[in-house]
């Protein structure tokens, strides 16, 4: 099928009825054809600057020529193997090595294919763990409102959000939400952010003790919230988390597929955001979004304990075909060594600064109730006065993601915050090319919004 040149109506007739592109038939149909740095083209040849980074991956831009000849390479070389039966190849032992180097404290790595696969394969590491060390009843996990952990099963369950589990009689058993670490929307008044992330640790010590401390096997959080909001921990809030961790003996699972590589300004958003964790999940800019890979590092003392048990509970009989694909690991290792030789971490830092600014411009508009940002994340939340929520919400922020596109400018609304991801090689003047239309097309919503009865 020839898509260039072809109308929104004619596209829309061939797709699928299933496929999302319909499930969000709300925003149109939109072919896009090929992607240059942070810009990518539809098949009419527009071009529009990518805020999101795709789905928050893309950190090193659309067309990295480096990726794309080792991706060649290895498919030339071996295009598939797999890590069974004692077999392994230089691809994914040399990404092991860099990982195990990058993230403080792990001692082992274990492959998947997304996001969702490495957060289901740290619930079955947890739940092993406890059974290595014999305590079975040892099996629930706290996530959190408003976490994104993935869309399956247990991902699913794990994540926080009610489209994820309405309609499909989720989450299951053994999972349970606290809070959202959200100060604009969850503090009491007057509340300070350190008192306020005081009672959210309080308040997850309650849960603790009221499902009996014997029976939590592990806590697992984004570090900085991404398809939640982007949402930023209030100060002292990783702080206060810990210790209730560590006094009954919870195991700590930091979700980094949106935060690690560099995103926060730091390797890994725990780093910045003082998070100990005992396990890490990563996917997404572990290959810049090119190959479809996912990693799991868990620290010394797991590793030690799932190794070697007494064998009573056999084999940790877990692992998938595509789990650590060649390719994926010939891509994810030389986009680390490019995160490495470009520094990626300081280069979001430096750039941070100009981020923010822009942000902050809008965060006194009539529409934008909180403004917030850290690294290369950051969010305009949507309200229509002071922390009120609309009385239909999403609506909103889903008009205004769409105005934006009619501007040149991919951003998405979650919920009704306009939420930021941009590829990690953007520069300064490309950020301004993104923020440009804000301004207007904020006015543009605001008028829409009054017309429409959101205010
Ligand atoms: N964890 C986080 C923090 C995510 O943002 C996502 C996806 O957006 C996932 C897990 C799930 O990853 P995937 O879509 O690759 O299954």
């Excluded at 060390?133 to 399956?152: A, E, M, N, T």
Aim: negative net charge.
């Amino acid at each position: 099928v020839q898509l260039t040149n072809m109308q929104t109506r004619d596209v829309e007739a061939l797709l699928h009825p299933y496929t999302n592109a319909v499930t969000h038939r709300a925003q149109g149909a939109h072919v896009i054809e090929r992607g240059e740095g942070v810009y990518i083209y539809d098949n009419t040849g527009k071009r529009f600057i990518e805020g999101m980074a795709g789905l928050w991956c893309c950190g090193l831009g659309f067309n990295n020529a480096e990726l794309v000849e080792v991706a060649k390479a290895q498919l030339d070389k071996l295009p598939y193997y797999h890590l069974f039966a004692g077999r392994s190849f230089e691809p994914a032992i040399e990404l092991a090595e860099k990982i195990k180097d990058l993230a403080p404290g792990m001692s082992r790595v274990f492959y998947q294919s997304s996001g969702s696969e490495a957060n289901e394969t740290q619930i079955k590491l947890a739940w092993y763990y406890n059974n290595a060390l014999g305590r079975p009843d040892k099996k629930k996990i706290i996530s959190r409102v408003k976490g994104y952990h993935g869309v399956s099963i247990v991902s699913a369950s794990l994540t926080g959000l009610p489209y994820n589990h309405k309609s499909f009689d989720l989450p299951v058993d053994r999972i349970h939400h606290t809070a959202t670490p959200h100060h604009f929307r969850g503090a009491h008044a007057g509340e300070t952010e350190l008192e306020f992330s005081k009672r959210l640790a309080t308040e997850l010590e309650q849960m603790i003790e009221a499902e009996g401390p014997d029976t939590i096997a592990a806590f697992i959080a984004e570090p900085v919230m991404g398809a939640g909001g982007v949402i930023v921990p209030p100060e002292g809030y990783f702080e206060a988390i810990m210790p209730v961790l560590n006094r009954y003996d919870i195991l700590c699972i930091a979700d980094e597929v949106i935060c690690g590589f560099g995103r926060t300004g730091e390797w890994f958003g725990h780093q910045r955001l003082n998070m100990q964790p005992t396990s890490i999940s990563m996917a997404k800019q572990l290959t810049s979004g090119y190959a479809p890979l996912s990693a799991v590092a868990i620290n010394a003392e797991m590793a030690d304990v799932i190794e070697n048990h007494s064998g009573e509970i056999g084999i940790f009989g877990h692992g998938f075909t595509y789990g650590g694909h060649p390719m994926g690991c010939a891509v994810g290792s030389a986009a680390l060594d490019i995160y490495m030789r470009e520094d990626i971490p300081a280069k979001v830092r430096a750039i941070e600064p100009h981020f923010r600014n822009h942000l902050m411009t809008h965060k006194d508009h009539p529409l934008v109730g909180e403004a917030r940002q850290i690294g290369l994340l950051g969010a305009l939340e949507l309200t229509p006065g002071g922390n009120a929520m609309f009385s239909q919400p999403g609506k909103v922020g889903a008009h205004l993601a769409t105005r934006l596109v009619e501007h040149g400018v991919i951003l998405r609304a979650a919920g009704d915050s306009l939420v930021f991801c941009p590829p990690m090689t953007i520069t300064e003047g490309e950020l301004d090319e993104l923020f440009a239309p804000i301004g207007a097309c904020l006015d543009a919503t605001l008028h829409w919004a009054r017309a429409e009865g959101h205010l």
